[in-house]
C-alpha cells in the first residue's frame, strides 16, 4: 500500500462536482419556474451538456488548489470559464481562457498562466482531445505539484489517452489531499508497475542501461514494495555486473518466492547462495546450500556447493586482509599471491629452490606472500626489469596457470604437467588443462583473458585442494 493517508473530500471539491452534474438541469428548471401566466410556452432547447459523466468528477473549477497569484479580474473570468465547462460550451471557455492568461491563448508561450492552461484543458476534455489536454499540462505539472485542479484532469486525460504512466504520476501527486486521486492512483498502480517492468526489460532487451536504469529509478520512487521493483533491480544490476546489487535484490526477493508462483524459488536461492559466498555472508550462503541439498539429496552439483561452501567459511576466519581479499570483485597480482599462500597449506611449508626479488614489491603490505609465491615458480615476474606489478588486474589465464603450477609441483598431478612446465603455455593449452585437472567443469567457459573475483580465484584453489587430497587418497 501506499504511504498516503487516506484524505478528507473537500466540501468545495464536493460542491464543484455537484455544479457540473446538475448546473444544467437547474438552469433549465429556473428558467421554466419564471415563466408567466397560463398560456403553455414552447418546449426550451436541450441545454448543452457538461463534461461525459466519467470525465465530470475530474473536471473540476481551475481556481482550486491554485496558491499563486490571481487578480480580481481573472477570478471573475475563470469563474465565467468554469461556467462555460458545466454548460458544455467548449468555445466560451477557451474564450474565457485566453482572457484569463492575458489575451493570448494558454499555449502560446514558454510560460502559461496555469489556471488558464487548466481551463482550456478542461475544454480540450470537453470536445474529446484528451492528447491535447495532456500536452498542454504536463509541462506544468512537476512545478506545481499540489495544484489539485491541474493534477486531477491531467490525469484523467493522460487515462483517456492510454497514458498510464503520467496519469498515475498526476494522480499521486495530489493523493494526499483528493480522495479521487488517492482512489484512482491505487487502482492504476498494479498496471503502472507492469508498463514500467516492460520498458526495463525492453532498454535491456536493446542493450541500452541507462534507460533501464532511469525507469528503475522511477519504480523504486513510486512503487518501491512491489515485487516487480525487486525483480527489475535485480535484473538492472544483473545486467550491470554488480554482484553486490544483485545480492541485495535477492536478499530481499527470495523471502517472497515461497508465495509468488510466477517465481522459481530454487533457483534464486542457488544465486543468493553463490553471491553470499563471493561478495556476501559466507555463512549464510553455507545455509542456504545445505538446505537446498537437503532437500535434494541425489544432487551431485549441491553436495558439491556445500563442500565449497564450507571451505569458503574457514576462509572467514582467516586474518581480515585474506578475507577482504576473497570478497574483492576484481583481484591483483598480489591479491592472488595472498590466496594461494593463505589457502593453500604447502606453499606455506614449501621452500622455493630459486630466490626471486622483485624491487616493486619492498613496500607492499602483500610482500611476504608474493616473496614465497614467486620463490616457489607459481607466478611469473618480468626478470629484464625485476617487477612483479602486484597491482595489476590477474587475468584468468595467470590464475588457471598459477594453480595448475600448484597442482603440478606440490600436488603430483600429471593432468597439469603440459600447462604448468611452460613459461607461455598456448591458451588452449592452459584451458585444456584447467578441464582435465577439475579446475573448470562442465559447461563453464574458460575465458583466459577475463577478469578474476575472488570468490572465482577461491572456488579454484578449493577444486585444485580436492584434486590433491583425492591423489593422496589413492597413492
Not at 545486467?239 to 508462483?261: H, I, K, S
Request: glycine content about 8%; hydrophobic content about 45%.
Amino acid at each position: 500500500m501506499l504511504s498516503w493517508l487516506r484524505p478528507r473530500v473537500a466540501r468545495e471539491r464536493l460542491a464543484a462536482v455537484l455544479f457540473l452534474a446538475l448546473g444544467p438541469a437547474l438552469l433549465a428548471l429556473v428558467a421554466g419556474g419564471c415563466a408567466s401566466g397560463t398560456a403553455p410556452r414552447p418546449a426550451a432547447a436541450p441545454v448543452p451538456s457538461g463534461p461525459p459523466p466519467a470525465d465530470a468528477p475530474y473536471v473540476v473549477d481551475p481556481r482550486q488548489g491554485w496558491d499563486g497569484v490571481m487578480s480580481p479580474e481573472q477570478t471573475a473570468r475563470l469563474g465565467d470559464g468554469y461556467a462555460a465547462i458545466a454548460a458544455g460550451d467548449a468555445a466560451a471557455a477557451r474564450s474565457a481562457a485566453t482572457a484569463a492568461n492575458g489575451g493570448e491563448p494558454p499555449a502560446a508561450g514558454a510560460a502559461p498562466y496555469p489556471p488558464a492552461a487548466v481551463l482550456a484543458a478542461e475544454a480540450d476534455v470537453l470536445d474529446q482531445r484528451a492528447g491535447d489536454a495532456v500536452a498542454r499540462l504536463e509541462p506544468l505539472a512537476e512545478q506545481h505539484p499540489a495544484y489539485v485542479a491541474l493534477q486531477l484532469v491531467l490525469g484523467r486525460a493522460a487515462e483517456s489517452a492510454g497514458d498510464l504512466v503520467t496519469a498515475f504520476a498526476a494522480f499521486r501527486r495530489v493523493a494526499d489531499r483528493e480522495l479521487l486521486a488517492y482512489d484512482r492512483a491505487e487502482e492504476l498502480r498494479p498496471r503502472v508497475a507492469e508498463v514500467l517492468k516492460n520498458r526495463v526489460d525492453d532498454a535491456l532487451t536493446r542493450g541500452a542501461l541507462p534507460a533501464a536504469e532511469e525507469t528503475l529509478a522511477r519504480l523504486r520512487r513510486w512503487l518501491p514494495e512491489e515485487t516487480v521493483t525487486v525483480v527489475a533491480g535485480l535484473d538492472v544490476a544483473t545486467a550491470r555486473g554488480d554482484r553486490r546489487g544483485e545480492l541485495e535484490a535477492l536478499r530481499e526477493l527470495v523471502p517472497r518466492a515461497a508465495a509468488d508462483t510466477d517465481l522459481d524459488a530454487t533457483a534464486l536461492r542457488r544465486r543468493q547462495a553463490d553471491l553470499e559466498l563471493d561478495v556476501g555472508d559466507s555463512k549464510v550462503g553455507l545455509d542456504l546450500y545445505e538446505r537446498l541439498a537437503a532437500a535434494h539429496p541425489g544432487d551431485a552439483e549441491l553436495a558439491e556447493r556445500v563442500a565449497f561452501a564450507k571451505f569458503r567459511w574457514r576462509v572467514d576466519q582467516m586474518p581480515p586482509a585474506v578475507r577482504q581479499v576473497a570478497a574483492s570483485p576484481q583481484l591483483q597480482r598480489g591479491d592472488l599471491a595472498v590466496l594461494l599462500y593463505w589457502l593453500v597449506p604447502r606453499v606455506r611449508s614449501t621452500r622455493g629452490s630459486t630466490a626471486r626479488i622483485a624491487s616493486d614489491i619492498l613496500d607492499d603490505p602483500r610482500r611476504e606472500e608474493i616473496a614465497r609465491v614467486l620463490n616457489l615458480g607459481l607466478m611469473d615476474m618480468d626478470v629484464s626489469v625485476h617487477r612483479f606489478y602486484p597491482e595489476r588486474p590477474v587475468r584468468r589465464e595467470v590464475a588457471l596457470r598459477a594453480v595448475l603450477r600448484v597442482l603440478d609441483r606440490l600436488g603430483g598431478a600429471a593432468c597439469a604437467a603440459p600447462a604448468a612446465q611452460q613459461p607461455q603455455p598456448p591458451l588452449e593449452t592452459t584451458c585444456s588443462a584447467a578441464f582435465d585437472c577439475g579446475l573448470l567443469r562442465g559447461e563453464e567457459s574458460c575465458v583466459p583473458q577475463g577478469d578474476l573475483s575472488g570468490g572465482e580465484a577461491v572456488a579454484l584453489i578449493r577444486r585444485a585442494l580436492a584434486t590433491m587430497a583425492a591423489l593422496a587418497a589413492a597413492g
